[in-house]
């Protein structure tokens, strides 16, 4: 799909918005972030402004947000749901949290307190962590244990051993654990396991299929 009208839109979006206010604290890293309320109210103009809005949807466990222009063009990204409590309340904290989370990610808005930039590199460039600076530092938005049990289990199901996730983690992420993962890191893990089994599954029902005489 042609992007011609939605990329000049969201361009002047990002002129135009403001940083969210950061007004609530994390107790664990002490550090300030914007909430989903404070997120929508500050992109809500700017948005309406330049023919854009935002939508949600959410498949099995899997919250699909849109970023739409007038001339229906539009950009999708996906974030699965990962509950800490497997009940409503569970539910509800985890579509609030990827909706800020992809809210801000699609916008190109920060949402949280990142250190002055140490809190992304240690978060989003991995690489990083060859520094010694920062050789004995985990990631200060560390994954959480389901989704330390979610990637365990996704690779079970792949058939593949423990000690190859580790070569696995340690080449692509330069960590020895799941634990150091951080959120955004683990969030791109289960989704390319998800995309290798759908992958496999599929491969297996073609094998299986019946061929014409």
């Given amino acids: 799909m042609p992007l011609d009208k939605l990329i000049p839109a969201l361009v002047a979006f990002q002129s135009?918005?403001?940083a969210p206010p950061k007004t609530?604290?994390?107790?664990?890293l002490k550090n300030k972030y914007a909430d989903l309320q404070d997120v929508i109210d500050t992109i809500r103009e700017p948005l309406s402004a330049n023919g854009l809005a935002i939508s949600h949807e959410v498949f099995g466990m899997?919250?699909?947000t849109k970023?739409?222009?007038v001339s229906g063009q539009f950009l999708t990204t996906e974030m699965p749901l990962l509950m800490g409590k497997q009940d409503m309340q569970g539910l509800g904290s985890a579509l609030t949290y990827a909706r800020r989370y992809s809210v801000?990610?699609?916008l190109g808005i920060a949402s949280d307190d990142c250190d002055d930039g140490n809190g992304a590199a240690n978060r989003a460039t991995p690489a990083n962590t060859n520094n010694p600076a920062h050789a004995n530092s985990g990631p200060q938005n560390p994954c959480s244990e389901s989704q330390q049990r979610r990637i365990e289990t996704l690779w079970q199901e792949l058939g593949r051993t423990e000690s190859a996730?580790?070569?696995e983690l340690?080449?692509?992420?330069k960590v020895d654990s799941v634990s150091l993962l951080s959120v955004p890191d683990a969030v791109m893990v289960i989704k390319s396991l998800n995309?290798?089994?759908?992958k496999k599954k599929a491969e297996d029902e073609q094998k299986a299929a019946p061929t014409g005489s």
């Fill in 24 to 28: 609530k604290e994390n107790p664990h």
């Fill in 104 to 106: 801000s990610a699609l």
């Fill in 170 to 173: 340690q080449k692509t992420f």
């Fill in 67 to 69: 970023l739409l222009h």
């Fill in 62 to 64: 899997v919250l699909t």
């Fill in 16 to 18: 135009a918005v403001k």
């Fill in 195 to 198: 995309d290798l089994i759908e």
């Fill in 165 to 167: 996730l580790k070569k």
